[in-house]
């Protein structure tokens, strides 16, 4: 563990937080029960997963192991200079809010809701679509990350394809959806929108944390 890590993530011992090596980490876990940690090459990776939670920790670690080290070095970094978007929803459909953030700082640039009576695939396809045209009207053109390959191909075909029915209280997130299929066929763009490649790269930045 030692000799492939360089940083090291507490979650549960004496003192949470992350550590520049095993010595340090181990002085924090030995003795106490159930201790949570786990080492990372690198500090960006260990930050993030801090962020993250152990057991969002544990998951993307299952996910890695799953996709050969060539496949992975083959998706290289992601681009910083880009927005990165996403969209949570408590429940199927339930209260949704999407966003959308600064790549490089996670700086929150746009968010909305949240909605009632919405769904996730529904708050991923608004979120790109507000991601073009916040870009669009910036005069400004760099990549939208997002982590949703159904959402992606619905902008590709300028259609929500939701099987969400509309109802009384989700009239306003349904005209939502109205204005950004209008915006789509009313708009021309070159944007690159370029999937999010979560197991190589961790949780999106736009990412809520409430998984």
Same mark, same amino acid.
């Given at each position: 563990?030692a000799?492939?890590?360089?940083?090291y993530?507490v979650?549960?011992?004496k003192?949470p937080?992350v550590y520049?090596?095993?010595d340090?980490?181990k002085?924090?876990?030995?003795?106490?029960k159930?201790?949570?940690?786990m080492?990372?090459?690198?500090r960006?990776?260990?930050?993030?997963?801090?962020r993250?939670?152990?057991r969002?920790?544990?998951?993307?670690k299952?996910?890695?192991?799953?996709?050969?080290?060539?496949?992975?070095a083959?998706?290289?970094?992601?681009?910083p200079?880009s927005?990165?978007?996403? *969209?949570? &929803?408590s429940?199927?459909?339930?209260?949704?809010?999407?966003q959308g953030?600064d !790549?490089r700082?996670?700086?929150? /640039? @746009?968010?909305k809701?949240?909605f009632?009576?919405?769904?996730n695939?529904?708050?991923?396809f608004?979120?790109?679509?507000h991601?073009?045209?916040?870009l669009k009207?910036a005069g400004?053109?760099?990549?939208?990350?997002?982590?949703s390959?159904? *959402?992606? &191909?619905w902008?590709?075909k300028?259609?929500?394809n939701?099987?969400?029915?509309e !109802?009384?209280?989700?009239?306003? /997130? @349904?005209?939502l959806?109205?204005?950004?299929?209008r915006?789509?066929?009313?708009?021309s763009y070159?944007?690159?929108?370029?999937?999010?490649e979560?197991?190589?790269?961790g949780?999106?930045?736009?990412?809520?944390?409430?998984?």
């Open positions: 563990m000799e492939k890590n360089k940083f993530v979650w549960k011992g003192k937080g520049t090596s095993w340090a980490c002085k924090q876990i030995t003795g106490v159930g201790a949570q940690y080492g990372f090459p690198s960006g990776q260990a930050e993030m997963a801090y993250s939670g152990y969002e920790a544990v998951a993307q299952k996910k890695s192991k799953s996709v050969p080290a060539s496949q992975l083959r998706l290289g970094k992601p681009n200079n927005i990165s978007v996403d *969209a949570a &929803s429940g199927n459909p339930g209260r949704m809010e999407y953030v !790549t700082t996670k700086k929150r /640039l @746009f968010h809701g949240p009632e009576q919405g769904t695939n529904i708050g991923e608004l979120a790109i679509v991601a073009l045209a916040y009207k400004v053109d760099c990549v939208i990350y997002s982590d390959r159904t *959402a992606m &191909s902008v590709r300028k259609h929500c939701t099987k969400l029915e !109802t009384e209280a989700n009239r306003e /997130l @349904f005209d959806v109205r204005r950004a299929v915006w789509l066929e009313t708009n070159k944007t690159p929108i370029v999937k999010w979560t197991r190589a790269w949780e999106i930045p736009a990412d809520f944390g409430r998984k």
